[in-house]
């Protein structure tokens, strides 16, 4: 369901932010490292930053305020990197009957890794991450008609990873990672009810207790090279990824309740750059199939329409998804420099994202002996915008971007939630996604975000 919650986890500071997210054959300095620990001992002097940034949400259905700090350090063969940050959540939905303190939310988070340089060209590295959740974005749409939605949980990730330089300019690199996140979501109906004609209506309370567990095991791998002599690269990736989830909230968008699941996550991609002097430019194109088995359990022996009985236990729904994601990124960078001996630059930053997302839900009721199709398709496009100050005590960048929605891009569209695949790239360090069995084709929309940052980076010299 399109629900947008990456940007509440885009914590990392990057030296090009502006670009698009171009990175398969771009290397950067800054956020390489919190993606492989190991990328660290590449860093050839350390950096204190500062990355605040608030995103908003269209309609009323969410937004943040969130100030990441940190540091990269390189003494050695020793490296390694360290974040913190606060995070306050608006939440979506009615706040009529919230008092101030449950309007908003608060997260936390913290990340350190440490890698060390080893002889010939490889470097190792591990890192660990954790975040304290008072809320996720987008899961107050997931339940229309609430009016309160109390979230408590967290997020752990756990990342090894490798590099291996090659002559020639040649790079690999491998991570593993495992994340788990555990969050409950107490919901809150209050209702009116019409008894007798006339009459004032009756007013009652309804709560419902819901469980979110995802549990992520997955390898990425990403090998570049110098193309040619004039400053050309080329690079590839791919990822596999194991989701299970041993609980899936009863969401008001699906039809079936007490989903466990398991998603099998790919991806596979190819990116080239170019790269003279101050000016850089890349393209990165992915293709990202995923394939989620999701099921409902008899809670007691169930009768079947046409006869027969499903026993406690047993099985009486069955979802397939089947996903053909494909994403495309592009990017320039220029870097105007103000003194003749470039100790202080003025950069200039462009990109725009593509991610088409297209699946097919099977669904086959075991009770009612139905079964059914659904196919659902839409592209989210990601503009931004950067520039940035370089001189040689400080670096200020401003970066402005924006990702749409599945129906338009301007700040006037209106609806409600949407599919958010599980993640495929297992790269970025956020909850698995969102995976439910829609009861209907989808005709809401989660509207358009856009996000203002200002990156302050002090190199350690």
Not at 60 to 89: D, E, H, I, Y
Not at 180 to 186: E, G, I, K, L
Not at 420 to 429: S, V
């Amino acid at each position: 369901m399109p629900v947008h919650q990456g940007q509440q986890f885009d914590l990392f500071p990057s030296q090009r932010p502006g670009m698009g997210g171009v990175n398969i054959a771009v290397n950067d300095t800054l956020f390489d490292p919190f993606v492989n620990p190991a990328r660290a001992t590449r860093l050839t002097r350390g950096y204190v930053f500062a990355n605040p940034y608030s995103h908003s949400i269209t309609g009323g259905r969410g937004g943040g305020r969130t100030v990441p700090v940190g540091g990269l350090f390189s003494a050695g063969n020793w490296s390694g990197t360290a974040l913190v940050a606060l995070q306050q959540l608006d939440r979506a939905g009615p706040s009529w009957n919230l008092p101030i303190s449950e309007q908003t939310a608060t997260n936390s988070y913290v990340e350190a890794s440490l890698a060390r340089r080893l002889s010939g060209g490889l470097s190792l590295g591990a890192a660990a991450y954790y975040a304290g959740l008072g809320a996720v974005d987008g899961v107050d749409l997931l339940y229309a008609g609430s009016d309160r939605i109390q979230q408590d949980g967290h997020l752990v990730d756990l990342r090894l990873g490798l590099t291996k330089d090659f002559s020639g300019q040649r790079t690999l690199d491998a991570v593993l990672v495992h994340n788990r996140t555990s969050v409950v979501h107490d919901v809150h109906y209050s209702l009116w009810r019409w008894v007798v004609p006339g009459q004032p209506p009756d007013f009652f309370e309804r709560e419902e207790h819901n469980e979110d567990h995802t549990n992520i095991w997955g390898v990425h791998a990403r090998y570049a090279y110098p193309l040619g002599s004039e400053g050309w690269r080329i690079g590839f990736v791919g990822t596999a990824n194991r989701l299970s989830h041993p609980k899936i909230p009863n969401y008001d968008v699906q039809n079936i309740p007490r989903d466990p699941g398991n998603t099998s996550a790919f991806n596979a991609g190819v990116g080239v750059a170019r790269t003279i002097g101050g000016f850089v430019a890349g393209v990165d194109v992915l293709y990202e199939p995923m394939f989620a088995d999701t099921w409902a359990t008899a809670e007691r022996d169930t009768a079947i329409v046409v006869g027969g009985t499903i026993r406690a236990g047993e099985r009486t729904v069955d979802n397939t998804f089947r996903f053909n994601n494909a994403r495309m990124r592009m990017g320039v960078s220029q870097e105007i420099p103000l003194k003749a001996d470039s100790s202080s630059a003025l950069g200039l930053q462009a990109g725009l994202g593509a991610y088409a997302i297209r699946y097919r839900l099977k669904q086959y009721n075991h009770v009612q002996r139905s079964y059914r199709t659904q196919d659902e398709d839409w592209v989210e496009w990601s503009p931004s915008l950067g520039v940035k100050y370089r001189s040689h005590n400080v670096e200020l960048q401003y970066t402005w971007y924006r990702t749409c929605g599945a129906i338009g891009c301007s700040d006037g569209q209106s609806g409600g939630q949407l599919v958010l695949p599980p993640m495929a790239a297992g790269i970025a360090t956020s909850a698995g996604g969102i995976i439910a069995a829609p009861g209907a084709p989808l005709t809401l929309d989660g509207g358009v975000v856009s996000v203002h940052r200002i990156t302050v980076t002090l190199p350690i010299r």
